[in-house]
RNA sequence: CGGGGUAUAGCGCAGCUUGGUUAGCGCGCUUGACUGGGGGUCAAGAGGUCGGCGGUUCGAAUCCGCCUACCCCGACCA
């Protein structure tokens, strides 16, 4: 067995198995000082657990699932679980310091809850419905039931209404950085989509919205807080508007690593600098048709078409041989009414209507009808009501009571002006299998739509009010539409992985919880909330996803596992392993985490490995960088076919910490 | 939850259609020799409940049934 390099730093020779190495500086003086500055770590790569391997396994498909077990990183456990081997911990290290700074510097204090939680809490806040399956349970020996905790909402306000009952206790921001879980339909993606997680979760607590120690400002202390920590991390990324979700509350942002790869859509203004998720993204002034709404003669006789078996839009299209953009799709939500408004004014429907190739957007849905609590209608139920799912036109509104049909402005057309003729639309029969064409607005929705609502007429509309139809936004964005923000400009898309999400919760929760306190009147005030995640593995892959080559992982210096790789071209040599420690002694003690490739391998296999994992600098030694007197330097990214540079061994930590920071 | 697919050594795969000695191949691993700056060569090895249970059969990795796990598309998704 060859010598171990570690018997280069005295020790006793009976240590079979070699003892860790001291990296500190030779020092006469034993003086222990205290030192503020960071000292680098430096880690023998034959001391430690670094699997890196030829071929990825078949169920590894995105690349950061791929580079991350190739390189050694991480191992699948079971669908959506995974060993974060030590080189990932190292760098999940470094994203939680990151986010730790800055939330510390934002005036956040952090903490640690549990990860199982009592069932009973969930049901307070009504998220063991609205969280549903997602929710990992848990039996114990007693037959109770607990909950993983996939977020900690309940817990916080919990701990809360015990601890703080006053005004003067407030604001205040807590936070902890914690294994979260979530029974996911579909785990994918590597560590993209998880079952189990790591995740950096804030709530903040005030007694106002707006004002000193108001939500307000603590939201934008963490939108500035969040925009350091991806910055800071040398991540690409991107802050949306984006809709609040089930968790509720009102203003939100996401924070999206910019890659072609992700799977949330952002739409961004060139001009103004807006951006959001298509979820949320509103859409700019759209050229009203010149001869107004629904104005324009019918294309052609009203005529049903037998459709068999097509209830989709792409069903129909191939079927009829027409295009989505001459389609109305339908689409129905049953308004969700408490049993007294039920009584009061019966069931009660919205019908979305937009073009064949536009998506409805369930918040602008809401938005425009003024009901905030809506959900898709269940079919059985809808097609009791005289609402054919599949086959549905804005036509089944008509003499219905209790719904209110929305229209997007796209589907309002009835004189096509690009096309200088009428608008040929086809759409739903309104029973099962059949399908119109020639559909026409004025003619087959009885009369003018819009007249007739300011006339009262039709007696549709929702709680007694005399709008039976509306013309709006209530589609998906889509690039190319226009900007909300500037005049002539179009919306352009792109890709992201959503790797933060800052929430106005409002009161959701302490209402729910019953977290009050005191004001100065003595007056008990509802908590206003906000809450603040950071999703820490997720950025790990995320990272990955947005940087690397054909060769591996490409790290920005901020989230690197090790700063710097000396590769060894021989460990056996004295010359070689001397000068490898001396150099990881000047680089740790100038702050640089140093990886030693001290394996007996062959040059290319360490190589290869060193671009795989992805270290921003290899420095090489061997005979002829030595002999040279230097060390040879080489940057994982740079251009593709650079040649190493030998720089002087004395200048090598300063190029090093050159590199770095460049 | 709907649709599709896969399961054979640590990883990637062949064998199954048409059942039949000891289940193969590449990578990786161990030992040795030669090598030595981009996954080297040669030699000798170790390593398998063929996902599980049941059935058919003289005989099952192979045929049949059930189950489980994992992946992909969709639905879903702070």
Redesign the pocket.
């Known amino acids: ?1 060859r010598e171990p390099i570690l018997a280069l730093v005295d020790l006793p020779n009976s240590t079979i198995r070699p003892a860790p190495v001291d990296f500190r500086p030779m020092s006469t003086d034993r003086t222990l000082t205290i030192s503020t500055t960071r000292r680098g770590t430096a880690q023998l790569w034959s001391r430690t657990l670094i ?12 690349p950061s ?1 791929v580079l991350l077990h ?1 390189a050694g990183f991480i191992r ?1 456990v ?4 995974y060993d974060y081997l030590p080189l990932a911990w190292r760098t999940l290290r470094k994203i939680s310091d990151i986010v730790r700074d800055e939330m510390n510097a934002a005036g956040a204090s952090e903490m640690l809850m549990p990860a199982l939680e009592p069932f009973e809490l969930f049901k307070d806040t009504k998220r063991d419905q ?5 929710l990992f349970r848990v039996h114990d020996r007693r037959g109770r039931i607990n909950a993983l ?5 309940e817990v916080i306000t919990e701990l809360l209404r015990g601890c703080v009952n006053s005004y003067t206790q407030l604001p205040l921001n807590l936070y902890q950085i914690q294994t ?1 879980f ?1 029974d ?7 560590l993209l ?1 998880c079952r189990e997680f790591i ?3 804030a709530y903040s607590f005030h007694l106002d919205v707006d004002g000193p120690g108001g939500l307000n400002e603590a939201y934008d202390a963490m939108f500035r807080a969040y925009s350091n920590i991806f910055a800071r991390c040398g991540l690409d990324f991107s802050a949306v508007e ?6 509720g509350g009102s203003a ?1 942002h ?1 924070f999206m690593v910019n890659c072609s790869s992700g ?2 859509t952002v739409l961004k203004c060139p001009v103004s600098g807006y951006a959001a998720n298509v979820e949320k993204c509103e859409i700019g002034l759209r050229p009203a048709p010149s001869k107004g709404y629904f104005a324009g003669d019918p294309s052609g006789t009203l005529e049903e078409v037998h459709t068999p078996g097509c209830p989709g839009i792409d069903d129909v299209c191939k079927f009829m041989k027409v295009k989505p953009q001459h389609m109305l799709k339908s689409v129905l939500f049953k308004v969700q009414s408490t049993p007294e408004q039920v009584a009061k004014f019966g069931e009660e429907y919205i019908l979305a209507v937009v073009r064949g190739d536009h998506e409805v957007n369930e918040g602008k849905v809401k938005a425009l009808s003024g009901c905030t609590d809506i959900a ?1 209608a269940d079919p059985v139920e809808a097609i009791a009501k005289g609402f054919a799912i599949g086959f549905v036109s804005p036509r089944a509104a008509v003499g219905k009571k209790g719904v209110l049909v929305l229209v997007d402005r796209d589907a309002a057309i009835g004189f096509d002006d690009a096309a200088g003729k009428s608008k040929f639309w086809v759409t739903g029969g309104d029973k099962k299998d059949y399908h119109v064409k020639h559909f026409n607005w004025q003619r087959d929705l009885g009369k003018d739509p819009l007249a007739a609502n300011a006339q009262g007429e039709n007696k549709g509309g929702l709680r007694g009010g005399d709008d039976y139809l509306m013309v709006g936004d209530v589609r998906n964005a889509l690039e190319g539409d226009p900007s909300p923000r500037a005049d002539n400009t179009k919306l352009v898309a792109a890709r992201g992985i ?1 790797v ?2 800052i ?1 106005k919760l409002g009161a959701k929760y302490s209402d729910a919880m019953g977290l009050r306190v005191l004001d100065e009147k003595q007056q008990k005030r509802s908590v206003i909330m906000g ?5 820490v593995s997720r950025t790990m892959a995320a990272c990955v996803e947005m940087s690397h080559d054909a ?2 992982i490409i790290w920005p210096a901020a989230l690197a596992p090790f700063h710097v790789l000396i ?1 060894l ?2 460990p ?1 040599d004295p010359r070689q392993s001397q000068a490898s420690l001396a150099l990881s002694r000047d680089l740790t003690a100038a702050g640089i985490d140093v990886l030693i490739d001290d394996r ?13 994992v992805g270290l921003p600098i ?1 420095l ?7 002999d040279a007197g230097g060390v ?1 330097f ?1 940057a994982r990214k740079g251009p593709a076919g650079a040649k ?1 540079e030998v720089v002087p061994m004395g200048e090598s930590v300063a190029r090093c910490v050159a590199g770095l920071n460049g």
């Open positions: 067995m699997p890196t391997t030829r071929e990825a396994p078949n169920d590894a498909e995105v699932h190739r699948q079971g669908a959506g679980i609205t969280y549903g399956d997602n905790a996939p977020t900690h909402e979260k979530r996911e339909a579909r785990p994918r993606a590597g989509r995740m950096k979760d984006a809709e609040s979700g089930p968790i939100s996401e799977e949330d898709l959503e933060g999400h929430f809450c603040y995640g950071i999703g060769d591996g590769t071209m021989k056996d007996d391998e062959r040059a290319g296999v360490k190589f290869k490995d060193a671009d795989l290899r090489t030694l061997g005979d002829k960088a030595l040879e080489k190493p």
